[in-house]
Nanobody, 123 residues
Framework: QVQLVESGGGVVQAGGSLRLTCEAS????????TGWYRQAPGKQRELAAD???????NYAHSVKGRFTISRDNAKNILYLQMNNLQPEDTAVYYC?????????????????WGQGTQVTVSS
C-alpha cells in the first residue's frame, strides 16, 4: 500500500502563492502516476495536475500557467507550486497516487488518496 500526507494549505489573498507538499511512503516504487486533485464545496473532485513515473505532466486548463507540479524522487515528495491564486481555486486539495492500471484492474494495485489540505483564497 501507499500512504500520502499533504501539507502546505492555508489562507491567501488573490494573487498570492502557496506550495503544497505530499510525502509518500510504503510501496512508492510501484507508483505509476501521481498528482493533485481538488474539490470545491458543492462540486465534484477534479484533477489539477498529475505526472507519470516517466515525467509526463498534465494540467487542467484552469490552472495551466499558474500551477507547477514537481517531485523529489529521492525524498518521495510531490509538490504543487500555486501562483497567482484566485478565489475560484479555493478547495480541498488531495494528493493522489496510482499503481499501474493493469494492477488496479486485477485488484493487485491501488488508487490512493491523502487526507486533503484546505486552500482558501480571499478576494
Amino acid at each position: 500500500q501507499v500512504q500520502l500526507v499533504e501539507s502546505g494549505g492555508g489562507v491567501v489573498q488573490a494573487g498570492g502563492s502557496l506550495r503544497l507538499t505530499c510525502e509518500a511512503s510504503g510501496r512508492v516504487l510501484n507508483i505509476a502516476r501521481t498528482g493533485w486533485y481538488r474539490q470545491a464545496p458543492g462540486k465534484q473532485r477534479e484533477l489539477a495536475a498529475d505526472m507519470t513515473d516517466r515525467g509526463n505532466i498534465n494540467y487542467a486548463h484552469s490552472v495551466k500557467g499558474r500551477f507547477t507540479i514537481s517531485r523529489d524522487n529521492a525524498k518521495n515528495i510531490l509538490y504543487l507550486q500555486m501562483n497567482n491564486l484566485q478565489p475560484e481555486d479555493t478547495a480541498v486539495y488531495y494528493c493522489n497516487a496510482q499503481e499501474p492500471p493493469w494492477e488496479i484492474q486485477d485488484g493487485t494495485g491501488g488508487h490512493y488518496w491523502g487526507q486533503g489540505t484546505q486552500v482558501t483564497v480571499s478576494s
